[in-house]
């Protein structure tokens, strides 16, 4: 398919969009421009994997670069292009070499940097000034290459799109990519539109593989291009990149190589943590493009990865295939009349969150506050801190004049409430915390989680604090809470998040709402009164061994699931 070439959208006058992407262009940071360099072993890698090489006929592949920054990858790529066109009847010319390739970059000091080196490396085998300037102007778009359009699809799209969190993107910009790219969903990062146009632009058997996080194959934010993939594409290779000196720097991204073809294929090749080095890698290559995989082969071939929305599940097939078992048995926890919650999040906890006692509010305007460090041992150990709570019973923002101590505190701290974002969005509403606050939850039994622990910490809390925003809680209308503690910390909880959830260095896991979620439970209704009773007085004991057989006994699980679930207890 065959479109205009525009390297940016041509505005008339003075538009707010183009002049958000002009200041970007000049932003001097590497963090804000998010800017990671990949390492040449990795690059080569990348190439190797979705067969563009040397040997093969590169003058007529098309291939796009959609963020080139230090050059990183187009330089490599060059140098396969040349070797290549060298071999190939009728040599270095300008008409054969100047629709291989596309790069983009957005910033300017950048894109003139490799223009000039890339057009040195072309005289360097032999074109002219002027052939080596014809070819940089058209393989080197500067421009932001979600608004650009090119003029041909491509066979390969490679690289490593920019790590960019929304906040740092100018608001109007962010709404015009919104209206562009439907996979921008929740809290996405930059580098999920940036995959979805790349995509795009592939043609029927074309093949992308990116180097970059792999948060969105598991995470909320990723639903939509996980339907995208799973409806029109394949993940055909899958690399886990995590504690690999990937980077000529080190980053605190969780990275993966992708290679995603648009094809109806159904099988996905899985590695993790190769060797960086140029050997190993190019022999992995070999094995992760097989025709075939050899019986003593260290890659793992799996299918049905990508199921509509639903999280990609890439390692741990053993203790998949248990919670597929458990998933058809028994209801998730919140119909089984659970529900999983997160604490408040004031924006500016130093102004609504001190010492209890001490907030001097009207005391039906602050609730006892329970946080991550009163739960360090396993137990409840209330360090006395509490928040302002502003809200009525009825969900709705109480009136400051009905409650002049709240008043005189909080416009005592207006400059730092008033200045949050939430505040700005609607200056009326001004005192308002992120999160409206439910005052009935403190009232109510809870089992407290921390969100990133590398064991599921699971604490009863009997009804007497409010949960600070690092805490998610589950509360039960049905499951005895006591009993649903011992439950969840077996290792029953562990076992679904740790396949549901992205994983953090150190083993961490992220226990959060969304994960949580997944876990299988058994109807209370169908626990016998003496496995109630014995669930219950597990609750507090130090007894793993008794904990186990109880919740096997709860499961029906065999002595071989139980070692899953308790190998994923110790993982």
């Not at 940071?29 to 990671?36: D, M, S, V, W």
């Not at 700005?424 to 409206?436: E, G, L």
Request: charged residues 30%.
């Amino acid at each position: 398919m065959n479109r205009p070439l525009s390297i940016q959208p041509q505005f008339d006058g003075f538009c707010p969009v183009a002049n958000a992407v002009e200041r970007l262009a000049g932003a001097s940071g590497l963090e804000e421009r998010g800017a990671i360099y990949t390492k040449r072993e990795v690059v080569d890698f990348i190439l190797d994997l979705v067969g563009y090489e040397a040997d093969k006929p590169l003058t007529s592949y098309r291939i796009l670069e959609p963020s080139f920054g230090d050059g990183d990858f187009i330089h490599p790529i060059v140098d396969r292009l040349l070797a290549a066109a060298q071999g190939e009847p009728g040599g270095l010319t300008v008409k054969r070499l100047k629709p291989a390739l596309r790069a983009v970059e957005l910033h300017r000091a950048t894109y003139m940097k490799h223009r000039a080196s890339l057009a040195e490396k072309l005289q360097g085998v032999g074109l002219s000034g002027a052939e080596a300037e014809e070819l940089v102007t058209a393989w080197l778009i500067q421009g932001d290459f979600l608004l650009c359009d090119f003029d041909h699809d491509f066979t390969h799209v490679v690289g490593n799109p920019p790590y960019i969190r929304q906040e740092v993107i100018p608001d109007i910009l962010m709404t015009e990519y919104r209206l562009r790219y439907e996979t921008i969903f929740d809290r996405a990062d930059i580098y999920i539109p940036f995959i979805e146009k790349s995509l795009s632009a592939l043609e029927q058997g074309g093949r992308l593989s990116f180097i970059c996080a792999d948060r969105w194959m598991k995470n909320r934010y990723g639903r939509k291009l996980r339907e995208m993939v799973s409806r029109d594409y394949a993940l055909s290779i899958y690399v886990d990149m995590v504690d690999t000196p990937a980077f000529h720097s080190e980053v605190t991204a969780y990275p993966a190589i992708t290679v995603i073809e648009r094809s109806n294929e159904n099988r996905t090749r899985v590695f993790a943590r190769p060797e960086i080095d140029r050997d190993a890698l190019r022999s992995l290559s070999r094995d992760l493009t097989a025709q075939e995989l050899s019986k003593n082969s260290i890659v793992r071939e799996i299918r049905d990865v990508a199921a509509g929305t639903e999280p990609w599940v890439l390692s741990g097939f053993d203790e998949l295939a248990l919670v597929r078992r458990l998933e058809a048995k028994f209801p998730r926890l919140e119909a089984a009349g659970c529900k999983v919650g997160i604490g408040v999040a004031t924006g500016a906890d130093k102004a609504f969150i001190g010492d209890f006692e001490e907030l001097d509010v009207e005391p039906s305007r602050k609730l006892p506050l329970v946080m991550t460090r009163d739960i360090l041992t396993g137990e409840v150990q209330w360090q006395g801190r509490g928040v302002i709570n502003p809200f009525d019973d009825d969900g709705k923002l109480v009136r400051l004049e009905e409650y002049p101590r709240l008043a005189r505190y909080l416009e005592e701290r207006r400059d730092v409430i008033a200045g949050r974002h939430v505040a700005t969005k609607a200056p009326a509403n001004w005192y308002r915390t992120i999160d409206r606050i439910h005052p009935a939850i403190t009232d109510r039994e809870k089992l407290l989680i921390p969100d990133i622990k590398g064991d599921a910490a699971i604490v009863y809390e009997s009804g007497k604090l409010y949960p600070h925003h690092n805490l998610y809680f589950i509360t039960s209308s049905t499951w005895d809470v006591r009993a649903l503690q011992t439950v969840m910390k077996s290792g029953i909880a562990r076992l679904f998040v740790s396949l549901y959830s992205t994983k953090m260095r150190g083993g961490f896991l992220r226990f959060q709402a969304q994960y949580l979620r997944r876990i299988c439970l058994p109807s209370w209704d169908s626990v016998s009164e003496k496995l109630r009773t014995t669930l219950r007085a597990l609750s507090e004991a130090d007894d793993p061994v008794a904990r186990n057989a109880a919740v096997a006994e709860l499961y029906g699980l065999s002595s071989g699931d139980m070692r899953l679930v308790e190998g994923s207890a110790a993982a």
